[in-house]
């Protein structure tokens, strides 16, 4: 049950594919910066590296719970991408992870859940959407550095080291297996993850 639940979360934890956002996930680490900031509306005073050498920029210090989860949910990404025979961005250095302050706290159920709200785009009109927008557990937001956003915990931290394993698939399959890629970024047909075995 819990994992149904959570892969119904993380259904809406997509790429959104805009034009826009692709020319900016090519463009390094000022870009992915500057639309971390665009989205969450938040300013990343802090920077740190995991203790494998993830960089993470956070609204606030992140707590070493933190950044150990998203040091477990890298090691448990490039397991599973080592096992699907991809080599590319396997390495720690490879990602920034964007600490943002959340939007909620608990979802519909009542249940933890911080979460990040974005518009709507492909999902208006699903049952995803709250008004014109979503709430994501993450958002892919480059692929130049590979970078993506998710919103600070303080408690449930294996959820964390998911979100993190779960965004990075998406940068994993869009430098090693486009086609996949292609098929799996958009959520909002349906489909979620993990999408690696």
Aim: charge should be positive; aromatic fraction near 10%; avoid cysteine.
């Amino acid at each position: 049950m819990l994992k149904t639940k959570l892969m119904q979360l993380l259904i809406v934890s997509a790429v959104v594919l805009t034009a826009g956002l692709m020319i900016r996930a090519q463009s390094g680490e000022q870009a992915v910066l500057a639309e971390a900031e665009r989205i969450s509306k938040d300013q990343f005073n802090f920077t740190v590296k995991t203790a494998k050498g993830a960089k993470v920029y956070g609204v606030k210090k992140p707590s070493p719970e933190m950044l150990d989860a998203i040091d477990r949910g890298l090691t448990d990404l490039f397991a599973v991408a080592r096992k699907n025979k991809y080599k590319k961005r396997l390495k720690y250095s490879d990602y920034i992870v964007f600490i943002a302050k959340p939007d909620r706290q608990k979802n519909y159920d009542g249940e933890y859940s911080p979460d990040i709200a974005i518009g709507a785009a492909q999902y208006a009109g699903t049952i995803y959407d709250k008004g014109g927008y979503i709430y994501a557990a993450g958002m892919v937001i480059g692929y130049n550095p590979g970078a993506f956003i998710i919103g600070e915990h303080t408690k449930d931290f294996n959820r964390v080291a998911d979100v993190v394993r779960f965004e990075g698939e998406h940068i994993v399959l869009y430098h090693n297996d486009r086609k996949r890629y292609n098929e799996t970024a958009d959520h909002s047909k349906g489909g979620g993850h993990p999408i690696l075995q």
